[in-house]
């Protein structure tokens, strides 16, 4: 790719990156909505049932809280849904390829949607009920059938269609999107009836038949299809079996694993060797905890003295009291964020850095590390389970790590340590940096180094001292091994990771030829 090919997509990025204060205004208002019908019941119970802030009824206060909680729940999803309605009349979503230039309506309307959708999609995140989660889908428009499971990340639902019977495994995505360095293409991804889809696989803008089993680490890529009754692996995907040559103990045993890997906490397992105090490592998390609540609860009467009693009892009367009320939700939200500041700041003050290096699993330093990452970890988990989208990228930068502007990461699973990434950056959905790792026995940490202008696809992998090269592509579940260097201004697919040309991309801006399979 030539100089100003590689500027031109940049500046492609910098269109879709800049100018997001009318996106960002759009989904305060969402919020500021959601949280307000709450704190109205919640003023009218505390008016009407004064008892309760009196000992010992105000522990009725902790189920009301919960019901609150689930009251802010419904709340949001039917004002992320009405605002969705508005949104897809003003700008219908439709397939095809489109420029990443805020002025073309079909990128715009992709933007108000993840606007729209994010603070309901944060709070459904918040309690992991798979019933749940299809109700929010459901309500955003997605057809899906009876008996399906989602243990991964489903994302453009606009785009997708679920039949019965259907299991999509943790670490695992279907889409209906596709974000190159110059295109943003939208395209259906059809999923029939009895299909499971792996751990780290995906679909993107494919036909997946009745009867189908998505190996582990296998893409199904636009314009594939499948005739049903297949088992597929690799990227691109191809047919290596028929399920129908299964036992019914055999495929009962594939969707039991399944399952299974999807309840399991594999960080915490991977790094089990490694022997530390739980009990350190716990009180530490409730200090964290119990000093950003004290920050919280401290901002919070400084805002009632200063702002909502002198408006409520200071200004009185009908007006007086809807002031009040209507900056209760922005009191909320500072709160919130002076829960995290604090969270963050007595973080960092708990843990101790340790150099890049291989260290023995019973040293010292692997107990140090391990400790500091678990507690990293449980602070960046803190971050994410809010509306504020960006703040990861800032935790990570007070945490020492290099990250550049306009990086989008919060839906990858990035290390929080040894990182050194460039300018307009995006870790898509479920991809994973890892700057750790146990080989032969032995902690490695190494850091990972992403040039500008680089593009994760969903569910790909970084492993330790890995280094990508500015401009370049990596498609979906697409495994970089340890210590691997990809070149700058290229195109990846697969595992081993394949250098293709470019241009390639060129050939998803137009319908593609249907590939059965």
């Known amino acids: ?16 990156e800049s100018g997001f204060g009318k996106f960002i205004a759009v989904q305060f208002i969402v919020v500021w909505v959601s949280l307000f019908i709450p704190v109205i019941l919640a003023y009218f119970i505390l ?3 004064p008892i309760l802030l009196q000992f010992p009824y105000f522990f009725l206060l902790i189920p009301i809280g919960i019901g609150l909680f689930f009251l802010t729940l419904f709340t949001s999803l039917l004002v992320a849904v009405l605002a969705l309605n508005w949104c897809n009349r003003k700008f219908p979503p439709r397939e095809g390829s489109f420029d990443i230039d805020l002025n073309v309506s079909d990128t715009r309307g992709w933007m108000y ?7 309901t999609i944060r709070l459904f995140g918040l309690v992991p009920i798979n019933a749940l989660k299809l109700l929010m889908l459901r309500a955003f428009g ?4 009876k008996n399906v499971k989602l243990y991964g990340m489903v994302v453009d639902d606009p785009f997708i269609e679920i039949g019965n019977n259907f299991i999509l495994s943790k670490r695992a995505v279907i889409a209906g999107h596709l974000y190159d360095h110059y295109k943003l293409t939208f395209h259906k ?8 889809i792996e751990p780290v696989a995906g679909a993107v803008g494919a036909v997946l038949g009745d009867n189908v089993i998505i190996r582990k680490g296998c893409g199904a890529l636009r314009g594939q299809r499948t005739r049903g009754d297949g088992i597929f692996e690799g990227v691109p995907m191809r047919r ?5 040559d299964l036992s019914p103990d055999e495929f009962k045993k594939i969707k039991e ?5 999807s309840k399991r906490d594999l960080d915490k397992e991977k790094i089990a060797p490694i022997k530390i105090s739980y009990l350190k490592l716990n009180l530490c998390k409730l200090l964290i905890i119990l000093v950003g609540s004290s920050a919280a609860i401290g901002i919070g009467i400084l805002f009632y003295y200063t702002i909502i009693a002198p408006l409520y009892f200071g200004m009185g009367g009908f007006i007086g009291r809807v002031l009040a009320l209507c900056f209760m939700p922005i009191f909320i939200l500072i709160m919130i964020a002076f829960f995290l500041t604090f969270s963050v700041i007595t973080t960092k003050l708990l843990i101790t850095s340790v150099p890049e290096g291989t260290y023995e699993l019973d040293s010292q330093e692997a107990r140090t590390w391990k400790f500091s990452y678990l507690l990293k970890k449980f602070c960046i988990r803190l971050v994410d389970a809010t509306i504020f989208d960006v703040a990861d990228v800032f935790v990570l930068q007070f945490f020492g790590n290099k990250i550049g502007k306009n990086v989008i990461l919060k839906e990858g699973i990035v290390d929080p340590e040894y990182l050194e990434i460039g300018d307009y ?3 898509s959905a479920l991809s994973r940096v890892h700057t750790h790792n146990i080989i032969e026995g032995k902690l490695v940490l190494k850091g990972v180094k992403i040039g500008n202008n680089v593009i994760l696809g969903g569910v790909s992998h970084l492993d330790v001292g890995c280094e990508v090269g500015a401009g370049t592509l990596l498609g979906i579940a697409t495994y970089c091994k340890p210590n691997e260097k990809l070149k700058p201004n290229s195109l990846y697919i697969g595992n081993p990771p394949a250098k293709l040309p470019k241009e390639l991309l060129k050939k998803m801006w137009i319908e593609p030829k249907k590939e059965e399979l």
């Open 142 to 145: 997605l057809k899906i059938g």
């Open 113 to 119: 949607r993840r606007n729209i959708k994010a603070f």
């Open 240 to 244: 290596v079996g028929r399920v129908s």
């Open 47 to 49: 008016v009407y049932f």
């Open 425 to 427: 950056v995006n870790i």
């Open 1 to 16: 790719m030539s100089q100003n090919q590689k500027n031109e997509s940049i500046d492609e990025i910098k269109i879709l």
């Open 189 to 196: 991804t059809i999923i029939g009836n009895n299909v499971i």
């Open 257 to 261: 694993s399944v399952i299974a890997f």
